[in-house]
């Protein structure tokens, strides 16, 4: 944060005016050291500012590491050409496509449905397979209620969901709680 109006200006000055650019500025490791030398900003602070923004794109989980599902229908799912959990969630949220994939392929509109509610959730930072499971056990079915929840209320039901089924072991702090309902905030507008 030191300096960021005086960091960014610079950014400014070399053509990167918005998050994508600098997105694709910084996406390969091996060009920091070069960004550095033509913008002049401390190459340190380049690769955690790197850091900083991939943090906020949903990293793509294979459909298999959905594995309480039926294996049948990710196989089927991912021979149409969806490999991934962003892939999928694109496709599924055109209510065109989401037919289109119901209908011709002959899933069960259930299975899509929540799948579809699954993605939405991995779409927020942290959150993996396993835990949207968890979040849905919970009553949280999308980004949008998640990004709305009270903290020490979402906290408590995942405490309970995770000591009824044991998901995994330890305990989930209120302060992660907290970072993963603002954190739920920064993808919560596309689906609601």
């Known amino acids: 944060m030191e300096k960021i109006d005086e960091e960014f200006l610079k950014f400014e000055e070399h053509g990167f005016l918005t998050l994508e650019d600098l997105r694709k500025g910084l996406k390969n490791k091996k060009d920091i050291p070069t960004l550095s030398k033509k913008t002049g900003i401390d190459y340190d602070y380049l690769v955690l500012l790197r850091r900083e923004i991939e943090s906020y794109f ?70 993996s397979p396993n835990f949207a499971r968890m979040l849905v056990s919970a009553g949280y079915t999308n980004a949008k209620m998640v990004s709305t929840a009270d903290p020490d209320d979402l906290c408590s039901k995942l405490d309970t969901v995770n000591k009824e089924n044991n998901y995994f072991k330890g305990k989930i702090g209120l302060r992660d709680i907290k970072r993963l309902v603002k954190a739920a905030s920064f993808v919560s507008e596309g689906r609601g």
């Open 58 to 127: 949903p990293k793509p989980f294979q459909l298999s590491s959905f594995d309480w599902l039926l294996q049948k229908d990710i196989a089927k799912l991912e021979t149409l050409g969806y490999q991934n959990s962003v892939l999928l969630f694109e496709a599924l949220s055109s209510s065109e496509k989401k037919t289109e994939i119901i209908n011709d392929r002959e899933f069960e509109p259930e299975f899509i449905e929540s799948i579809h509610t699954l993605l939405d959730l991995t779409r927020i930072q942290w959150v």
